[in-house]
């Protein structure tokens, strides 16, 4: 076995330095709990400088907490929330957004490689039947980005999904458990991604990109903050020691370590792509833009990769006949675990031709 | 003003450094996410030794969310939980109890210093309809221990009280938010006050005593587990670095130093009791036995003392002209402190007489 | 045993002719469903003439129903709904209120013959730490006219309280279940006892009160009828057939009906009231104002009134030693079983005696 | 306009006189309430007998309520309900399901004309990550008797389908707001249709066939009918006066009523399908089972049939350009009201050509 070629996830990976230090520091005096103490006070000048505009920000330690609590502040008990089909909201959280919202329901929309198609979109609002009281009513688009196969909307296509929204009536939610591999794919401005194009609140994930455990509901409708105050503390996310999630996210925002960490992986995963397209029968199942790619390989590549040590989901995970696997590269992916690995992948290819 | 007289809470305060460190090597590498990790692992058979039993372990990273899930655990939609009037169930989780059970009841009963009177529990029992539809119905006892106003059952005290929950039907929850506390107060084995004295679950806390931001949810009645693990990941709970959680927890009770953290925030208690019964116009509200004092003063000693920068708050605390006052040591409370309070307490007595 | 002593509730009682009548002529044809129908179209104009002022009205079948549901357009899942200690949103709904909430919690409040003591609401929503995070929000006042007792609060009296809500930001609701005695006994015009004296919602009943099963939800504060649409169908309360519950309500505030069964009611509980302060031993517990009767009798006269065939219940009913018992007259009550039962009182207390 | 061809629903009919007399004797006396009373006593052997097994009934007044409280009594807050894409419990409760459930998901499977295709609920269900704590859990097979198109399942069929959900640890629930018009189409018991073929638990609609407003739920697996007394009373179910909804029940299934109601909507179908077959340019977009008619027509024909005063549903509602109608007999449609629509139709086509 190959040591260390992990592609499973960047939740696996180790925490930055920086944020580290910023923890360790906060650790050594006491503090004003529930959030009155110094590091997270200013926690929203920090990002409201980073967006452009006057946010509320809501620390949280997990991306189900940021999503399910984001929704539920933008959507009614009888609301219906519309995602791609394989977003998290709709797939991976467990019915939290069902339960934080007291029972809306989640409605998948096609999507392309993850992006929503805003005829699919039109199509699925016009036969909502809103105002019908038989029928939940339409209240949220949730999108996210990048999306789960790794693409990034740009401001354009923000606009077009978030357009149809407004129209409708809907507010906008956004995933960004990877926002800042996205800023970093895409050269876009944060406010150019979210409240520019239409965001109402945005789940900005640290976690996955080299925090330990910190997650920001950013709300640029500020108007929403009163009521989420009061979901956040009974959904047991207003952490007494509030200044040891707070740090992670202040120092993840501060000299541009958010987007330092995010080319990182960005690079490796162009790095990887490059390599894995060179090898004989490998097809990229979509475009490589942040940090996942998605590659369609023999079913003998595969299983000499999973023998060999490599780590890695099938996709889709349930089918396990797969022959498309997904491998994500994170901030601290060295460059030698994806030599490693497209070296393997060819070794497994020229033996299967 | 005095330098760092600062007695609100226990979750004021630092992080102990074995617990930091523990973060930190966690923080190094990276590891299976959602709990697979090897810390997280060996975290039940460590706990399942400090019990002297087999438990499960949900790590949180709140309180409110372990008291919350615990009881939900517990309580079906159209439940009632009964605490003391002062728990914490009943008054400081924002409805976290009620959103997480569906909808279910907190009936507050009669305490004696946070300790629930077995007889009023009775007659709360005798009268609450058990198998009547029109009304919700007994589920749970949650048990605060130490209690909000720092006192320690004994395991007689609390096999009284879940003698009468068993004979009633009713699941038993403790909030040991302070449990270290407990503990070392009063010498008996965590077995001896919890499982063996008829507890269910246990929000076993780490914050208050040395940890960044970490609780478990330590259940005794095991059945409850398979459910229990669908509750904490649609909470926001399951951290997809959990091994941050864990390794807090981990290092908390290992080699004893949950409890020797608490017995230094016991000591000074101790210690702070001692001085202030000695000032002119002061008595002790309750006794203590664990890390907070509530003691009676007179008003311009109160005043006096807020003037002098120490920090406390009145109780009840929402009552501006309180005349008791509740101070709360830490595990990094210092005797320099404890001191400093102890003579501004006696100056300004003397100043009032 | 004599025949007919039936003093238990008034929702044992028969329907009145006029109702069952309209039930019988709405079943004769066929309509457009979920309430399209003309019967339920004109029940707006019908009570908003009533009422003299605009009011949107959601006809349901159980006073559960509609007192859940008014009061869960008034609070937020975190929100603390405030009752007479009796009331029936407190005590007998199975958590009713909590579940349409998602979650609020309902305090019961100190009462005097079940009205609410000014002062002790006042007290409450002094500590309530309104805009505190860690505790549920005061959101609202629900009074129920005649209270559990019987009693009538005059429109100066709800004045007093609606205006301590109203200082506090509550909105207030009113369980009505018998708001047609209230109105009966007090003489005080519809508007005057609720909009006028500061109530946004009513629970409006009828089946107490010679309807089979119908009750309605007026609200007096329209700005919450479109989100209470949506509630009131998910609820399973929005009939297919609305017609039939809607033409109750219509003939029994026809022509004055509603008020002419309850003076019917009224007039057999003054006249019970009156034969039973002169039995030998027999105490009126509250004064008689509408159709209830609570009276103290010696524990030998309450169980021979048991043996000879009365029903009735303890008060409070989960007491079996109770001295108290609660008597109940319907618009159906008949002079003969008034006389009857005030017949046997006498022969058992001289027996007694 | 040609008056009362009125082929919307089944929920605009008239009740059947036998019906209302049964409601119109329960009104005359007085009855002890919350289902204490006789009548509704004598359901549950009456339900029993029917099923020729031992059920559980709650009565309910709407298939809202039925299915969603149904639902509820079989699946966690954290569970999936899979139900075809049409299926009221999907589309048509305005979030009922998710409400009652606490928060579960209702997941749309592939259907022929209403009826789950076995090999789509299989891959849903392969799919699915039993006991993955990321993902909602499979739990609930929800199967509607006869479909939204007017379908009737097979016992067969049935037991097809259930079988797969067994399999899978799912309990079953039946949508059976019109199940008279499947016993009478198809000829299979009621047992057979239910039980025998695996289903838990039945929504037993009687307001589209005759009633006022009534509908059962009959629990086979009596095993849920603790908690569901529970669920049944908070969601505002349990009428103080049930009798009024039990004695509609009790007359309903009395000497065959139900079904002989549903035969005469049912050959009012049949003998409408028949005429619409033979108009030019029509086709039936389902086959006639029970009393619906799904007929794909000209444009010119649907707006002229609207033009000419007859009451329909476009298919699906959502398109105002959609060329295939639902046709809906009742228990009361008249002959004549059969031949004027097809005679109207004729005309039109005729004009048309």
Redesign the interface.
Known sequence: MTAGM?F??D?????APEI?DA??EA????????GGDPVTERLEPAFSALFETEVKVFP???????N??AVAALT???GVIYAARAAHVE??????P??M??????TGIEERCGKIVPAALEAAL????AGE?????PACLSLTQPTEMGQVYTPDELAALTGIARRHGLAVHMDGARFGNAVAACGASPAALTWRAGVDALSFGA??NGA??AEAIVLFETGRAA?L?????????????MR??SAQLAAYVADGLWLRLAAQANGQARRLARGLEAVPGATLAAPVEANEIFVTLPRAVIEGLAEAGVLFYLW?E??PQATTIRLVT?H?TETGEVAALIETAQRLAAGAA
Do not use: I, M
């Open positions: 992990d499973r996830s939740n696996v990976a180790s925490a580290v923890v360790v650790a050594r005096t006491s503090a004003t709990p529930y949280v330690v997990t991306g189900t907490a940021a399910a609590l009614p008990p009888w797939n991976d959280e467990c019915g939290a069902e339960f919202t007291g029972g809306a329901k989640v016009a036969a909502a039947g009281v038989h029928w939940s009513q976690t996955k330990l455990a009521d105050a009061f979901r956040h503390k009974r959904a047991g996310q207003l952490l007494s020691k040891f999630v889709p349930t089918d994170r601290d």
